[in-house]
């Protein structure tokens, strides 16, 4: 599709040579594109639902370096994740425009190198694992299963991206397991949202890969969608915004509770309106636009969190 100018439009890399990765050494920078650290919104949105329970729970006056160590662990095991990822894939994205120019896919790295690399972002994890509780450690080591299983979603299922829903919102239970909550019922109601919230956000994504996973026989749910994608988000996007409004009103039975999603509604709503499935480019400014769903969750949980400490001490 050519630009008001006539001209090509640029085409959005799948990795950006940018920041702190750019200055890398060369060598190192390859290994940093791997665990794709120049691309945080990764790092952000494994990160968010285990924000958004670690809030929900008192953290941010209980235990504040939750959210520290938590965050470190989202940057690691999304790295890892993303190694994982290709190892396995590395022949798939070698057929893909957008993906061809990866570490593995290209030969800069080799296999066994990327194991290696691999290892070394588990330890970081390890090191994280240990801050918790030994009950959250036996609930985030419970996601190992879904973790290693993922990559192959796509050769079998239309819906890769609800095996994706659970892995990137398994955080939100080891966080709340970290807190001592108590009672699962906010806690259902809170991971449901996340994975219609991730089903949602990554439909968005497969967008740019539509026509080439096209070709090579990789399924997504944008390509099950087809001229529906704008529909089908913005269901699983009101999916996840009633299944959160459910969670807070659990921990809180009031209108005023169900208002402080409000903001979060809206911005997905924004994202729907706005969105252009014919272009990648477009597709991938909403996607990554979700940092800031994730702020405005994280927000919403904190304030629902001070209410009801607030409430508890009158």
């Known amino acids: 599709m050519a630009t008001a100018g006539g001209m090509e439009p640029v085409i959005v890399p799948d990795s950006e040579h940018r920041g702190l990765t750019g200055r890398l050494p060369p060598r190192l920078r390859t290994f940093a594109l791997l665990a794709r650290f120049d691309r945080p919104i990764g790092w952000w949105l494994l990160f968010w639902p285990g924000a958004w329970a670690l809030a929900l729970g008192g953290a941010a006056t209980d235990a504040p370096m939750m959210f520290a160590w938590f965050l470190l662990g989202a940057i690691a095991m999304r790295g890892a994740g993303c190694v994982y990822n290709d190892i396995i894939d ?114 968005i994504y497969a967008v740019q890969d539509v026509e080439d996973d096209a070709l090579v026989g990789v399924r997504s749910s944008a390509r099950a969608l087809g001229g529906r994608v704008r529909a089908g988000v913005a269901a699983f996007y009101a999916l996840a915004v009633l299944m959160w409004g459910a969670a807070f009103w659990a921990i809180r039975p009031d209108p005023l509770a169900l208002a402080l999603l409000l903001p979060v509604a809206l911005h997905l709503g924004w994202q729907v309106l706005t969105l252009d499935a014919r272009d990648g480019g477009n597709a991938l400014r909403r996607f990554r636009s979700n940092r800031f769903a994730g702020l405005a969750m994280l927000l919403a949980c904190l304030v629902l969190a001070l209410a009801e400490r607030v409430s508890g001490a009158g």
């Open 90 to 203: 590395r022949d798939l994205d070698a057929q893909v425009e957008r993906t061809r120019s990866r570490p593995l896919a290209s030969g800069a790295v080799s296999p066994r190198a990327a194991w290696g690399w691999l290892l070394a972002l588990c330890m970081v994890g390890l090191v994280v694992l240990l801050q918790l509780r030994w009950q959250a450690q036996a609930v985030a080591l419970a996601s190992l299963a879904l973790v290693a299983a993922y990559p192959f979603m796509k050769r079998i299922t239309w819906w890769p991206q609800a095996w994706l829903g659970l892995v990137f919102s398994w955080a939100a239970p080891v966080a709340w397991v970290q807190m001592d909550m108590g009672t699962l019922v906010p806690l259902a109601w809170l991971y449901a949202g996340c994975v219609a919230w991730v089903i949602g956000y990554d439909t």
